[in-house]
């Protein structure tokens, strides 16, 4: 299925490393594989609270052909099941609905309440007999995915295979707990104006994390925010070598607006002020932390060579994020990592377009440069092999 000695030439030093070969960028057969061994086995993100903020609010996502659907439950809490009535089989939810009580299926009517039970099988015993003796309900409830919110992050583990999300994301909790600790984890609120772009990149999904990881193509692919936050001014984060890469910024400068600024997290340490930090936890998310917002940047992969990226803005408390006086600063913001994102569209799919050579071997890393770029490649390769 993959060829492993290629593979393998990623777990080399830095120095005489290669990268991932162009069959995990290319083959579709490769792509079916890393389905299984990338997504299913590990904490993937699928979406955010946020874009179900209603009891009863559902919706349907497919996660590289795998139909999951998201239901915000009447206690609040937000569950993944697998989008599949337990009857025939039929796929219960096309698209994104609010609803009363229960998910009706649209072929036999069976019905599920917001926690996956079954809880109607209407003449599932003969025309107006409603229940059966022989059928035991309670083993046909929707199957439920092993998930966790974290930040409003929706991950979920497929195959319930992964340790503990509290464990997990420890290390980079720790990491950050100089700039927020948990309950300051409660206090961001998605921006309903300008909380949300969405972008289509002619790309597999990894050149976007790989790109993310360097501040390398600074000087290059963004001259203007290297006239702001210099390739001096960035630093390389690596946390535990199978977790989570990215970089960091000395020189972050809040967005204002005559005297109006947005507010900030209240126990960001003060020899940390201008710190922001930018960091891909593998698979498929990318997250900007900043003391006056925070962003979810992740991956939905359409295809091998096709992705969407989502963009999920957050400020500090509501007025903030939703008030009418900070909302021309909220506009620019989302302006500003729009373009930014936008100029790193050229670079990943320009990578894409370079895959299709033949003697393209994986290429090489800087040792200096390309340190958690490296870091994500062993971790694709370790999770291959
Ligand atoms: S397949 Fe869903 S009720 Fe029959
Ligand atoms: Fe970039």
């Known amino acids: ?24 960028y290319v083959s579709e057969k490769y792509f079916a594989y ?20 209603n009891p009863g609010d559902i919706k ?40 009363k009580n229960v998910v009706r299926c649209p072929y036999h009517s069976w019905s599920y309440d917001f926690e996956g039970n079954l809880v109607a099988t209407p003449h599932i015993g003969g025309l107006n007999i409603h229940q059966s003796k022989e059928f035991d309900k309670t083993k046909s409830n ?43 984890q409660g206090l961001i609120v998605h921006s309903n104006d300008y909380g949300y772009f969405s972008l289509i990149v002619n790309c597999n999904w990894k050149f976007a994390i790989e790109n993310y990881c360097e501040s390398y193509h600074l000087p290059t692919i963004h001259p203007e925010l290297n006239k702001v936050s210099n390739i ?16 960091g910024s000395k020189k972050y400068e809040q967005p204002f607006k005559g005297n109006k600024k947005f507010n900030t997290f ?35 992969p359409l295809a091998i060579n096709k992705t969407k990226e989502h963009m999920q803005m957050y400020y500090i408390g509501n007025e903030s994020a939703n008030g009418e006086e900070l909302k021309e600063l909220r506009k620019e913001n ?16 320009g990578m894409q377009e370079g895959r299709k050579s033949p003697v393209y071997n994986g290429g090489n ?17 370790n999770s291959l092999i």
């Open 1 to 24: 299925m993959i060829d492993v000695k290629k593979i393998e030439a990623v777990n080399r030093p830095i120095e005489a490393a290669n990268g991932l070969p162009n069959e995990c």
């Open 34 to 53: 890393e389905k299984e061994r990338i997504f299913c086995n590990n904490w993937t993100v699928i979406g955010v609270g946020s874009s179900i903020p």
């Open 60 to 99: 349907p996502y497919n996660l590289l052909g795998i139909p999951l659907i998201l239901v915000r439950g009447k206690d609040l809490k937000i569950r993944v099941f697998h989008n599949v009535c337990s009857h025939r089989g039929f796929k219960l939810l096309d698209k994104p609905c609010n609803l």
């Open 142 to 184: 929707l199957k439920e995915v092993k998930t966790k919110i974290w930040m409003d992050i929706i991950f979920v583990n497929i195959n319930s295979n992964e340790i503990e999300f509290d464990e997990y994301i420890k290390p980079l909790e720790q990491r950050w707990s100089k700039f927020i600790n948990k309950n300051d």
């Open 232 to 247: 001096n001014d960035h630093y390389h984060i690596q946390g535990l070598p199978n977790r989570f890469a990215g970089q």
């Open 266 to 300: 209240p126990n960001w340490e003060k020899n940390n002020l201008k710190n922001s930090e930018y960091i891909a936890l593998f698979p498929n998310v990318m997250i900007g932390l900043h003391i006056d917002h925070f962003y979810v940047f992740w991956l939905e």
């Open 334 to 349: 989302s302006k500003f990592w729009k373009d930014v994102m936008l100029e790193d569209v050229n670079a990943i799919e």
């Open 365 to 381: 890393f800087s040792p200096v440069m390309d340190q958690p770029t490296y870091q994500f490649h062993k971790w694709v390769a």
